[in-house]
Structure formats: structure tokens, C-alpha cells
């Protein structure tokens, strides 16, 4: 989205990297009771697509 329909979505979502985000949310789930975390990302980590 960020790409194809950067007309209608510019300004008004934001996207995160990936890694970024878990770095942030695991820990936050495992504090909070979670044993197993799943992440499942279209876009993969390579940095080249949004």
C-alpha cells in the first residue's frame, strides 16, 4: 500500500519496519504471558519493499 496507492495513503498511515516493531512488541507480549510469538509478514525484512 505504502507503494501502489501511495496517493491516497501518504500523510495519513504510517509503516514501521518490521523488525523494528517486534523489537518493541515481543518482549512487551512475553512480559504479559505470551510463550510463543508468531510474525507473519508479506513484505519480508529485506528492507526493499514497504
Do not use: C, N
Given at each position: ?6 496517493n491516497n ?32 509478514a508479506h ?8
Open positions: 500500500m505504502a507503494i501502489w496507492d501511495k495513503v501518504d500523510g495519513k498511515l504510517k509503516f514501521p519496519g518490521i523488525v523494528e516493531q517486534a523489537q518493541k512488541y515481543v518482549p512487551e507480549m512475553k512480559a504479559r504471558g505470551a510463550d510463543v510469538v508468531v510474525v507473519s513484505s519480508g525484512t529485506s528492507g526493499t519493499s514497504s
